[in-house]
């Protein structure tokens, strides 16, 4: 009987553990059940939410939500890490801690990837990483662990958020006060989360894109108003001015050298010689600055230009200088290449005040669609980057946003133009180029130009000689709608000796040449006329004197000599306003060509 009572109670007492861990596990089950309603419920109302997330509200919907599934998987640090893969670095950009761990989102910016090659590894691989010991990681990971241990990091998981294949960041969740092991079920559900988070990255970052495209546009239509207004008023202005300095020429020549009235006309000139430097920076941003592009080595002629950009900006300011290899070829003219170092290094000696350092530097730059689709006119390619950068007081973004306008200026009144950054902008832009500024308060100014690969070995531009050359007996047909630049012309050719016929309209141009018996050497034509342009002029009176040649003369080439301000071979342009002495000189050159 004895032994059936214990026989009897061993069954009740298995009979109860099993019950008792029947019990058990069913709470376990209820726990684990509850635990997933909670992140799906979680997922579900947060996935709702990004549906009708409102612009500007990202960044809130990123820290609300680090802070629920922190708390809700029981990590004591949740956070979004985003990869710039322009700098190949990676940015901590939201943080969740629980109470009292120490946050460490604003020591995680800007990490290298070459620091972290175990991990860029497998996030390249788009693999979820869960390291359930930190001091346990391979030797391959020293750098990692490294790290990891730095933060006071017991385990982690890293879960990659991508956009297609591209990697775009992580999803962390971090163990500090011990040791911590997240389920299978939990990093389903937080790969989940990772997804939306793509998806939501993916649709701020197009419609970032999207609002930046649309100001790019803005800015450049006004850019383009701009350029056009400055265009037209540089025409009209050069006109005026030739008049003005041309017949102060001609007063000055006919007055002895010791005649006060000598001094009075070169200050006339002086002020007519500052309005003209004044006017070609207005051309220069409007695009309509005749230019002769030939094939350059950057390399060769920065170093050119290395010793006059010293004396212009003083001792005080360092100067470095580092030219890339193999550096591709551009075409421009070396003249707007001068200009743009010159302006770029003038406005970095106004910001330095005096001291700090300049650099220049060069490289082969390929652009990629991504990189180009952010910037409005920049198209993929092979180019060449020429930075220049200074060290010094830096600007605010409203600043940086305006500094390519004609006239728009920080310095004081008296002091600045406004126009040597609006130079830089419209030369870059005639060249097919592309310019974009970087700067913060404190932090510099970075300037980088992209300039289109050109095919060929470099040139040497050559330069005629600065000499008088005689005047001529030939016969030169003259058309000018501006009547006292026409007159003004007329009388500096008649005094070297030309025959002139002077017309103030093309078709009083077309009616002379069709009725003038003898030969007409030389056509000298404005280029913009109302009825009829330049170019098309010369090209109708060639059809019937066809030994003709054409010499232009205007204040900017607009569209009609090729594309805008770039002359085609064989033109021949003379811009205004032009004093006696290159009226006579480019007219025996091209007689004599």
Same mark, same amino acid.
């Given at each position: 009987l004895a032994g059936d009572v214990n026989r009897l109670l061993e069954t009740v007492t298995e009979s109860r553990r099993a019950l008792l861990s029947v019990v058990e596990d069913e709470k376990k089950t209820a726990l684990a059940l509850e635990h997933r309603l909670e992140l799906e419920s979680f997922l579900a109302d947060f996935s709702l939410r990004c549906l009708n997330l409102a612009p500007g509200e990202t960044d809130a919907a990123f820290s609300d939500s680090l802070a629920r599934i922190g708390a809700l998987i029981e990590a004591d640090r949740s956070y979004v890490f985003r990869m710039d893969h322009q700098r190949r670095t990676m940015d901590n950009t939201h943080e969740w801690c629980t109470p009292g761990v120490s946050p460490q989102k604003d020591n995680l910016q800007r990490l290298p990837w070459e620091s972290f090659p175990w991990l860029m590894e497998r996030l390249d691989r788009m693999e979820t990483?869960?390291?359930?010991?930190?001091?346990?990681? +391979?030797?391959?990971?020293?750098?990692?662990?490294?790290?990891?241990?730095?933060?006071?990091?017991?385990?982690?998981?890293?879960?990659?958020?991508?956009?297609?294949?591209?990697?775009?960041?992580f999803l962390g969740f971090d163990a500090v006060r011990e040791e911590k092991t997240w389920s299978e079920q939990d990093r389903q559900v937080l790969s989940t989360l990772a997804n939306t988070f793509s998806l939501l990255i993916e649709r701020t970052e197009t419609a970032s894109a999207r609002e930046a495209l649309q100001n790019q546009l803005i800015q450049s239509q006004k850019m383009e108003s701009v350029g056009r207004l400055a265009g037209g008023v540089a025409h009209d202005f050069n006109n005026i001015l030739m008049v003005i300095t041309g017949y102060a020429e001609l007063m000055r020549d006919r007055i002895s050298?010791?005649?006060?009235?000598?001094?009075?006309?070169?200050?006339?000139?002086?002020?007519?010689?500052?309005?003209?430097?004044?006017? $070609?920076?207005?051309? &220069?941003?409007?695009?309509?600055?005749?230019?002769?592009?030939?094939?350059?080595?950057?390399?060769?002629?920065? &170093?050119?230009?290395?010793?006059?950009? $010293?004396?212009?900006?003083?001792?005080?300011?360092?100067?470095?200088?580092?030219?890339?290899? $193999?550096?591709?070829?551009?075409?421009?003219?070396?003249?707007?290449?001068?200009?743009?170092? @010159?302006?770029?290094?003038?406005? &970095?000696?106004?910001?330095?005040?005096?001291?700090?350092?300049?650099?220049?530097?060069?490289?082969?730059?390929?652009?990629?669609?991504?990189?180009?689709?952010?910037?409005?006119?920049?198209?993929?390619?092979?180019?060449?980057?020429?930075?220049?950068?200074?060290?010094?007081?830096?600007?605010? +973004?409203?600043?940086?946003?305006?500094?390519?306008?004609?006239?728009?200026?920080?310095?004081?009144?008296?002091?600045?133009?406004?126009?040597?950054?609006?130079? @830089?902008?419209?030369?870059?832009?005639?060249?097919?180029?592309?310019?974009?500024?970087?700067?913060?308060?404190?932090?510099?100014?970075?300037?980088?130009?992209?300039?289109?690969?050109?095919?060929?070995? +470099?040139?040497?531009?050559?330069?005629?000689?600065?000499?008088?050359?005689?005047?001529?007996?030939?016969?030169?047909?003259?058309?000018?709608?501006?009547?006292? @630049?026409?007159?003004?012309?007329?009388?500096?050719?008649?005094? $070297?000796?030309?025959?002139?016929?002077?017309?103030?309209?093309?078709?009083?141009?077309?009616?002379?040449?069709?009725?003038?018996?003898?030969?007409?050497?030389?056509? @000298?034509?404005d280029v913009i006329m109302p009825g009829m342009n330049g170019r098309e002029l010369a090209e109708k009176i060639a059809a019937f004197r066809p030994g003709i040649k054409t010499l232009f003369i205007s204040g900017y080439t607009a569209d009609v000599l090729g594309q805008p301000g770039i002359l085609e071979p064989g033109v021949h342009l003379l811009q205004k306003p032009f004093a006696a002495q290159e009226l006579s000189e480019r007219v025996r050159r091209v007689l004599d060509a």
């Amino acid at each position: 009987l004895a032994g059936d009572v214990n026989r009897l109670l061993e069954t009740v007492t298995e009979s109860r553990r099993a019950l008792l861990s029947v019990v058990e596990d069913e709470k376990k089950t209820a726990l684990a059940l509850e635990h997933r309603l909670e992140l799906e419920s979680f997922l579900a109302d947060f996935s709702l939410r990004c549906l009708n997330l409102a612009p500007g509200e990202t960044d809130a919907a990123f820290s609300d939500s680090l802070a629920r599934i922190g708390a809700l998987i029981e990590a004591d640090r949740s956070y979004v890490f985003r990869m710039d893969h322009q700098r190949r670095t990676m940015d901590n950009t939201h943080e969740w801690c629980t109470p009292g761990v120490s946050p460490q989102k604003d020591n995680l910016q800007r990490l290298p990837w070459e620091s972290f090659p175990w991990l860029m590894e497998r996030l390249d691989r788009m693999e979820t990483i869960f390291v359930p010991e930190v001091s346990g990681l +391979p030797p391959a990971a020293a750098s990692e662990a490294a790290h990891w241990a730095a933060q006071g990091i017991h385990s982690l998981l890293v879960i990659p958020i991508s956009t297609g294949v591209r990697l775009t960041g992580f999803l962390g969740f971090d163990a500090v006060r011990e040791e911590k092991t997240w389920s299978e079920q939990d990093r389903q559900v937080l790969s989940t989360l990772a997804n939306t988070f793509s998806l939501l990255i993916e649709r701020t970052e197009t419609a970032s894109a999207r609002e930046a495209l649309q100001n790019q546009l803005i800015q450049s239509q006004k850019m383009e108003s701009v350029g056009r207004l400055a265009g037209g008023v540089a025409h009209d202005f050069n006109n005026i001015l030739m008049v003005i300095t041309g017949y102060a020429e001609l007063m000055r020549d006919r007055i002895s050298a010791g005649d006060p009235l000598r001094e009075s006309l070169q200050e006339i000139l002086s002020a007519g010689d500052r309005a003209v430097a004044l006017i $070609r920076q207005l051309l &220069a941003f409007a695009r309509r600055q005749a230019a002769h592009p030939v094939v350059l080595d950057l390399n060769l002629a920065i &170093a050119d230009l290395l010793k006059m950009l $010293r004396r212009l900006i003083g001792e005080g300011i360092m100067v470095s200088w580092k030219p890339g290899d $193999r550096l591709r070829r551009v075409k421009m003219d070396p003249g707007q290449l001068d200009q743009i170092l @010159v302006n770029l290094a003038v406005n &970095a000696r106004d910001a330095l005040g005096g001291k700090g350092e300049l650099a220049l530097e060069t490289a082969n730059a390929d652009l990629d669609r991504e990189f180009c689709a952010s910037r409005l006119g920049l198209a993929p390619g092979e180019y060449v980057r020429l930075t220049v950068a200074d060290n010094g007081a830096g600007m605010e +973004p409203e600043t940086t946003g305006c500094i390519f306008e004609p006239f728009f200026t920080t310095k004081g009144q008296g002091e600045g133009t406004g126009l040597g950054l609006a130079t @830089v902008y419209g030369i870059v832009t005639q060249n097919s180029g592309f310019i974009e500024v970087s700067s913060a308060p404190g932090a510099g100014t970075k300037f980088d130009i992209y300039l289109p690969r050109a095919a060929g070995e +470099p040139e040497t531009p050559i330069l005629p000689a600065a000499r008088p050359l005689p005047g001529g007996r030939e016969t030169v047909l003259l058309v000018e709608d501006e009547d006292s @630049v026409l007159k003004l012309a007329e009388r500096l050719l008649q005094e $070297r000796g030309y025959e002139v016929l002077a017309a103030g309209s093309p078709s009083e141009g077309m009616e002379k040449a069709r009725r003038h018996q003898r030969e007409i050497h030389l056509l @000298v034509t404005d280029v913009i006329m109302p009825g009829m342009n330049g170019r098309e002029l010369a090209e109708k009176i060639a059809a019937f004197r066809p030994g003709i040649k054409t010499l232009f003369i205007s204040g900017y080439t607009a569209d009609v000599l090729g594309q805008p301000g770039i002359l085609e071979p064989g033109v021949h342009l003379l811009q205004k306003p032009f004093a006696a002495q290159e009226l006579s000189e480019r007219v025996r050159r091209v007689l004599d060509a």
